[in-house]
């Protein structure tokens, strides 16, 4: 399927079926904002308490915070927000369609990847088992030249981006002769730098004295009360602080669902450590974050790492995990080294100390800070579109089935009666007693069972529990497995072991 159908495809079944509405449909929508609906926040909450889980339940030394949203103007001064938050923006003037310059050199340059890849791919058919990718990439012309492209492409973008020389920056886009994917046209206006925080009033206060703004992530959150859970929490370093929350950015363009918007959740870490351990720990973090991904079981070969060329104000390395969405590899969590930046501008700025003292090396320092820092809106997008699935089944009939893993289902297990009499929905209601007290259940007694058991398909469900007559007498159930459509029969007794076994989260976690 072509990869804009699959995103249209996941869009449709999501709305369909709960997962993600519009904003404010009945009004036709707001651009790029989206609301979760009954099964998606259950999701939502799922990869939240997976994160949660394996960041600070896991981790003695990470501990949680939850921060406000609005805080004191000056954060965003200190961590260079106000004045370096920017998108280079640029206007055609033909379609007045407005566009990230860096997005479309980034584009520019992912047609040449593209390339690339299928040069590989060819190549890996005609030399079958033989085929040395590496050798390949380093040896065959058309690749290097490709290659050699792409790097002058970055070279020049990074100067200019270095050098804050947005004049550069439009020349870059006239060289390769960038155009306008809806008017076709090359009549571009100057590149502009845009801020991407919101601004809004403090209470009755107005004018520049009231201005505060939206959180743009929620990383400056934790930096502020660095020292008050250090010494609250009688924290020795390395720790970490972890947070979920909303963060807020005025993107110039919102788009690809609930991939870009403008109101979307974060799910970030802080690990400080002390002056020049930072490189041992951004690998540790990067090599925890990726395992945390693939436990998952959404396929290994839709992650790979994307190391920064173009290195963030506050960063001495960074590095992506990319997925590959329905719209190709893109950003789906940041790990950066974010060297003691924050922290000391934050000192600078309050003229409060931000510092540990080491009793190991007898001396007070501002820590250095790792951050792994994942959208929650993205990781719901890469769950659901690698989720989504069309099987054809024995016979020729076909299902449409979302195999969420187990322990991220919005709901672990329909019960369902056979037939709306003979006391099976006493029995499932039994069922359904004992197994809400730990899952989230649903009791379906509408339609054929083969129309239950799609529909419980179609959303995900791991496991379907049919309650028939034998129930009455033998105190047994059939268990459905949703991923191989098995049926065994259990007795109700060991149902909560046997769902455990199916959803639990602890499973991914070994
Ligand atoms: N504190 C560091 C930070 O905010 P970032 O790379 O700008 O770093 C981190 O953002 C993550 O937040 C991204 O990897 C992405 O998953 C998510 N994110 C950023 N902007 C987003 C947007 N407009 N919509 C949805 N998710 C976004």
């Known amino acids: 399927m072509a990869q804009e159908d699959q995103l249209k495809k996941v869009i449709g079944h999501a709305k369909e079926y709960g997962f993600v509405f519009p904003s404010s449909e009945i009004y036709d929508g707001l651009s790029a904002a989206y609301d979760y609906g009954q099964l998606g926040v259950e999701l939502k909450n799922n990869i939240k308490a997976y994160w949660w889980a394996a960041m600070v339940r896991m981790h003695e030394n990470i501990v949680g915070l939850d921060a406000s949203i609005f805080m004191h103007p000056t954060t965003w001064k200190a961590s260079g927000h106000t004045d370096a938050f920017n998108d280079p923006l640029i206007d055609n003037k033909d379609s007045k369609k407005r566009y990230r310059a860096d997005v479309l050199i980034e584009e520019y340059i992912a047609k040449i990847d593209a390339k690339i890849a299928k040069d590989v791919k060819k190549a890996q058919k005609r030399f079958g088992d033989a085929f040395d990718k590496a050798e390949f990439l380093s040896t065959n012309g058309n690749c290097l030249r490709r290659q050699a492209e792409i790097d002058g492409i970055n070279d020049r973008f990074k100067a200019a981006m270095e050098a804050d020389d947005l004049v550069a920056v439009k020349a870059l886009i006239e060289d390769l002769g960038i155009a306008c994917p809806v008017s076709g046209s090359r009549n571009w206006t100057d590149v502009r730098q845009f801020n991407l925080m919101f601004k809004t009033e403090l209470g009755a206060v107005s004018g520049d004295a009231g201005v505060i703004y939206l959180r743009p992530e ?7 009360n660095f020292l008050n859970v250090q010494k609250s929490g009688r924290m020795k370093l390395p720790f970490g602080i972890a947070q979920i929350g909303k963060a807020f950015r005025n993107e110039i363009i919102a788009r690809q669902f609930i991939f870009r918007m403008r109101e979307f959740e974060q799910m970030e870490m802080q690990f400080f450590v002390a002056p020049g351990d930072q490189t041992k720990w951004y690998e540790y973090w990067k090599d925890q974050r990726i395992a945390w991904h693939k436990a998952l079981g959404l396929g290994e070969e839709k992650y790979r790492f994307h190391d920064h060329i ?51 090396r ?70 359904l007693q004992l197994l809400k007290l730990n899952y989230n259940v649903q009791y379906d007694e509408k339609d054929a069972i083969g129309r239950r058991y ?11 529990v049919t309650i028939d007559h034998d129930t009455l007498t033998d105190g047994a159930v059939t268990l459905r497995d949703r991923d191989t459509m098995e049926q065994q029969r259990v007795a109700i007794e060991d149902l909560t072991a046997a769902v455990e076994a199916k959803v639990s989260m602890a499973t991914l976690f070994s």
């Open 218 to 224: 929620t990383a400056q959150g934790i930096f502020v």
């Open 310 to 360: 173009k290195l963030a104000h506050y960063a001495d390395a960074a590095s992506d995990i990319e997925f590959d969405f329905p719209m190709g590899f893109k950003e789906l969590e940041g790990i950066h080294s974010r060297t003691d930046f924050d922290l000391k501008a934050h000192e600078e700025h309050s003229g409060r100390k931000l510092r540990f003292y080491d009793p190991e």
């Open 362 to 431: 007898e001396e007070s320092y501002v820590p250095y800070v790792v951050e792994t820092s994942l959208g929650l809106d993205r990781m719901f997008l890469a769950v659901l579109s690698s989720a989504l699935r069309e099987e054809q089944l024995e016979g020729g009939s076909e299902r449409t089935v979302m195999c969420i893993p187990p322990a991220l289902a919005p709901v672990k297990v329909a019960i369902l009666p056979l037939l709306k009499k003979d006391g099976l929905p006493e029995k499932a209601r039994e069922v």
């Open 454 to 464: 799609r529909r419980q398909d179609a959303i995900g469900t791991p496991l379907c």
